[in-house]
């Protein structure tokens, strides 16, 4: 697919368990770089919209510095729906080039275990929930999105970039 990829998991997940951090890299001993999460819409604004939304959105992307930004394979297949339904094999490709700046969280079936809980307690779609369950198991310090209800439904976790952005 082209992600970055570690094993199963994000490579994030170990260091929320009390297990020794392995994002530190050469310049970063001691601490980790934070960790975020993309909704989709995030990665169809930095790659599609060529409005001021979609500047923000890259500044922010840019600004990101040594923070591990991570996606999951719904990020993937949602962005992919867009070119595929219009033959757009340019963009396409541009999403597949894209997504290798991003690490990748594997779903496994505790994420559809964790989505099925939120989605019972908060009344989130599928897709929503997934992509919080993704970025909750992952240890990940924060979800960008532009999505109010998610999040609302994060408490806290998801951020929404777009409204906060200046």
Do not use: K
Request: hydrophobic share 45%; net charge neutral; aromatic share 4%.
């Amino acid at each position: 697919m082209g992600a970055r990829q570690r094993g199963a998991r994000c490579r994030c997940e170990a260091d929320r368990r009390g297990r020794p951090a392995d994002r530190a890299g050469a310049g970063g001993v001691g601490r980790a770089p934070r960790v975020i999460y993309l909704d989709s819409c995030i990665v169809i604004y930095a790659v599609e919209d060529r409005s001021d939304r979609g500047d923000r959105v890259r500044a922010r992307l840019a600004e990101a510095g040594d923070e591990v930004v991570a996606i999951s394979p719904l990020v993937v297949q949602e962005c992919l729906v867009g070119p595929l339904r219009a033959d757009d094999l340019a963009l396409h490709d541009h999403y597949m080039r894209s997504f290798e700046h991003f690490e990748l969280i594997e779903l496994e079936l505790r994420h559809f275990i964790r989505a099925a809980e939120l989605r019972a307690r908060t009344g989130v779609r599928t897709p929503d929930a997934l992509h919080l369950a993704a970025a909750q198991l992952a240890g990940c310090d924060a979800l960008w999105t532009n999505d109010r209800r998610l999040a609302a439904a994060s408490h806290g976790l998801a951020i929404d970039i777009i409204d906060t952005a200046s």
